[in-house]
């Protein structure tokens, strides 16, 4: 009887330790959360630098987005905008990021900050909140609806 109780104390108190190393700590993220936040990452870069490949290869085929102006558009929209110079940017990043999986789908949100941004020759420098939305088919993760808002001014 001794022994089942010293065992248990001793269980008790590496469970009890490892609860508290993990306190306040950031959970680590998956590999799903990983390759859709490099996803993102690189998405942002592939606008920057008018790469239609990656662009391409990130957006599915009946990709559809709603942008900060309310514009809804399509997969070949977005890559004939880049293509045409008529979207452009000096710099884009992604912050924030959040990654909920549900399965075969996978919500991210996040923030971009845009930097020398232009659209038909209007200024869209500014940050944004947005809402990607990824789904997995044959193993592979790719957006399917894109939704973002301006961030107003403070």
């Given amino acids: 009887m001794k022994q089942w109780l010293v065992l248990t104390v001793a269980v008790v108190m590496a469970f009890s330790a490892a609860i508290g190393q993990t306190q306040g700590k950031k959970p680590a993220e998956g590999p799903v959360e990983g390759v859709l936040m490099q996803m993102e990452r690189d ?7 008018g790469d239609l490949a ?12 709603v942008d900060s ?15 045409s110079g008529v979207w452009k ?5 992604v912050e924030e990021l959040k990654v909920r999986v549900f399965g075969n789908a996978a919500v991210v949100t996040g923030r971009t900050t845009l930097k020398g941004a232009q ?3 209007k200024d869209m420098s500014g940050q944004f909140r947005f809402t990607d939305v990824f789904v997995n088919r ?6 399917v609806a894109s939704h973002s808002s301006k961030i107003a001014a403070r």
């Fill in 43 to 49: 998405w942002a870069q592939a606008y920057v630098k």
């Fill in 54 to 65: 990656v662009i391409d290869r990130i957006e599915a085929a009946d990709y559809a987005y």
């Fill in 69 to 83: 102006q309310g514009t809804a558009g399509d997969k070949a929209q977005d890559l004939a905008e880049i293509k």
């Fill in 89 to 93: 940017a000096q710099s884009a990043s």
């Fill in 119 to 121: 659209y038909k020759g």
């Fill in 138 to 143: 044959d193993g592979r993760w790719q957006a």
